[in-house]
């Protein structure tokens, strides 16, 4: 009996022992098998061009050279922006060490102006159904360009989309004349022109379509995809990414821009308050810090200092409501100038200028009519606060003594013999000596 439980023990041990190992193996090699799968890390370009978008896209190059990537996919939905950050942007895309695939997604987007050149950029151009790209020929951000000028910004234009399509090996005249005639393409438009390389519904088609597939590099080496069973990433922005990408859009910026004032004017007008200020200088610089990267009408900026100081005159010297009006249409004209771009993403709506104008112009009313009924009502602290005051004489006053008012005790000096117990009145003080005067029915004849 004891050999045979002895030998159960012995072999409910060995099954342990040997699915323990099956399990670790099976570890190992599941792990193993995904260290080896391909790599694919996905940037997502949504919204305008500016300085933040090239960061992101540094950021995921960065991520997929150090993670050994296989490919980087940059997905674009843009209607253009800035071109010295899409320059910049270009420059990353075109020297990064992994392959990049722009991509124009999801079906319904667009990648047009600046975003027609971060397509033609990348060693694999593809586009979704439903999608446009194009209508890139340049403008100037502030002001009209004289015809000097735009010429001189259309060839330069024209020429850095002939060199990197050239580069790609695609239809460098028909890309041309998106630059110089503002011609814009369907999916299937630039995919029959050469100005694209395929058309992927979405990002497993389009990987799928790009697993085997030989590319050039911007710099003439080839180099083969292998994307079987990739593992895809998306690259996270910053914190810092988040909030700058957050608040780019100028109506955002705008709002920030006026909350951050209401706040420190609360704080100035009731010190102390420590709160206001510090959130009013936090948005204050958040707005600003959006709409450094963006053309300033200077005119606009100086139509919303001077909504401010109108508003904050109305407050303090109660015009009846004129200062408030000057200020609500100043507001207005100064926030949809403050932003000159042709851009339609790029400028301030109507309806942010309006929505913001009413109600600090409604603040501004209320501040007023608090500050004038303030004025009309009887100062009922500090010295002034005395007077008017009843109380009784304690002493004789002839003419000084001793009153009792407002339950304190007080030197006085009566303006005629008042006999101690009459009824008085406070009709000054000076130096912690009030002057009264007896109330007329306390008067004895």
């Given at each position: 009996?004891?050999?045979?439980?002895?030998?159960r023990r012995r072999y409910s041990e060995?099954?342990?022992?040997?699915?323990?190992?099956?399990?670790?193996?099976?570890?190992?090699?599941?792990?193993?098998?995904?260290?080896?799968?391909?790599?694919?890390?996905?940037?997502?370009?949504?919204?305008?061009?500016?300085?933040?978008?090239?960061?992101?896209?540094?950021?995921?190059?960065?991520?997929?050279?150090?993670?050994?990537?296989?490919?980087?996919?940059?997905?674009?939905?843009?209607?253009?922006?800035?071109?010295?950050?899409?320059?910049?942007?270009?420059?990353?895309?075109?020297?990064?060490?992994?392959?990049?695939?722009?991509?124009?997604a999801p079906s319904g987007g667009r990648?047009?102006?600046?975003?027609?050149?971060?397509?033609?950029?990348?060693?694999?151009?593809?586009?979704?159904?439903?999608?446009?790209?194009?209508?890139?020929?340049?403008?100037?951000?502030?002001?009209?360009?004289?015809?000097?000028?735009?010429?001189?910004?259309?060839?330069?234009?024209?020429?850095?989309?002939?060199?990197?399509?050239?580069?790609?090996?695609?239809?460098?005249?028909?890309?041309?004349?998106?630059?110089?005639?503002?011609?814009?393409?369907?999916?299937?438009?630039?995919?029959?022109?050469?100005?694209?390389?395929?058309?992927?519904?979405?990002?497993?088609?389009?990987?799928?379509?790009?697993?085997?597939?030989?590319?050039?590099?911007?710099?003439?080496?080839?180099?083969?995809?292998?994307?079987?069973?990739?593992?895809?990433?998306?690259?996270?922005?910053?914190?810092?990414?988040?909030?700058?990408?957050?608040?780019?859009?100028?109506?955002?910026?705008?709002?920030?821009?006026?909350?951050?004032?209401?706040?420190?004017?609360?704080?100035?007008?009731?010190?102390?308050?420590?709160?206001?200020?510090?959130?009013?200088?936090?948005?204050?610089?958040?707005?600003?810090?959006?709409?450094?990267?963006?053309?300033?009408?200077?005119?606009?900026?100086?139509?919303?200092?001077?909504?401010?100081?109108?508003?904050?005159?109305?407050?303090?010297?109660?015009?009846?409501?004129?200062?408030?009006?000057?200020?609500?249409?100043?507001?207005?004209?100064?926030?949809?100038?403050?932003?000159?771009?042709?851009?339609?993403?790029?400028?301030?709506?109507?309806?942010?200028?309006?929505?913001?104008?009413?109600?600090?112009?409604?603040?501004?009313?209320?501040?007023v009519s608090l500050a004038v009924r303030?004025?009309?009502?009887?100062?009922?602290?500090?010295?002034?606060?005395?007077?008017?005051?009843?109380?009784?004489?304690?002493?004789?006053?002839?003419?000084?003594?001793?009153?009792?008012?407002?339950?304190?005790?007080?030197?006085?000096?009566?303006?005629?013999?008042?006999?101690?117990?009459?009824?008085?009145?406070?009709?000054?003080?000076?130096?912690?000596?009030?002057?009264?005067?007896?109330?007329?029915?306390?008067?004895?004849?």
């Amino acid at each position: 009996m004891r050999r045979a439980a002895s030998e159960r023990r012995r072999y409910s041990e060995n099954r342990l022992r040997a699915s323990l190992i099956l399990a670790v193996s099976a570890g190992f090699a599941a792990a193993h098998a995904w260290a080896a799968a391909p790599k694919v890390v996905i940037a997502d370009v949504d919204g305008m061009v500016h300085p933040i978008t090239t960061e992101i896209i540094a950021g995921a190059i960065a991520q997929a050279r150090q993670e050994n990537a296989a490919l980087i996919v940059i997905r674009l939905n843009t209607p253009g922006g800035l071109m010295d950050a899409m320059r910049e942007t270009i420059q990353e895309i075109v020297s990064s060490p992994v392959p990049v695939a722009t991509y124009v997604a999801p079906s319904g987007g667009r990648a047009a102006s600046a975003g027609f050149f971060l397509l033609e950029s990348g060693d694999v151009a593809a586009m979704a159904p439903g999608t446009n790209t194009g209508a890139a020929h340049p403008v100037l951000m502030t002001g009209e360009m004289d015809a000097l000028m735009k010429e001189k910004v259309e060839n330069d234009a024209a020429a850095y989309m002939r060199s990197i399509t050239t580069k790609r090996g695609r239809n460098s005249a028909l890309a041309e004349t998106a630059v110089r005639q503002s011609k814009s393409f369907t999916e299937k438009e630039a995919l029959d022109n050469h100005l694209i390389d395929l058309v992927a519904t979405d990002t497993p088609a389009l990987l799928a379509a790009l697993d085997g597939r030989t590319v050039t590099r911007f710099d003439g080496r080839t180099e083969t995809l292998d994307l079987r069973g990739a593992v895809v990433e998306i690259y996270q922005k910053t914190w810092r990414q988040s909030i700058i990408s957050a608040i780019a859009d100028p109506n955002i910026a705008l709002v920030l821009l006026v909350i951050g004032a209401l706040a420190i004017y609360v704080e100035f007008s009731s010190p102390g308050l420590i709160a206001p200020g510090v959130v009013g200088a936090i948005l204050v610089l958040l707005g600003l810090s959006a709409i450094s990267v963006l053309p300033i009408n200077w005119l606009g900026a100086a139509l919303l200092l001077v909504s401010f100081t109108l508003f904050a005159l109305e407050a303090k010297f109660a015009a009846h409501g004129v200062l408030a009006v000057g200020g609500a249409v100043s507001m207005v004209l100064g926030a949809v100038m403050l932003i000159d771009s042709p851009l339609p993403e790029l400028r301030i709506h109507w309806t942010t200028a309006i929505g913001l104008a009413l109600p600090f112009s409604l603040i501004t009313a209320a501040l007023v009519s608090l500050a004038v009924r303030a004025r009309r009502n009887k100062v009922v602290t500090g010295e002034q606060g005395m007077i008017g005051e009843t109380g009784s004489a304690v002493t004789d006053l002839a003419p000084a003594g001793k009153v009792f008012v407002h339950g304190e005790y007080w030197n006085a000096v009566a303006l005629q013999n008042v006999p101690a117990g009459a009824r008085v009145r406070v009709t000054a003080i000076r130096q912690l000596t009030l002057t009264v005067e007896p109330v007329a029915d306390e008067v004895g004849g």
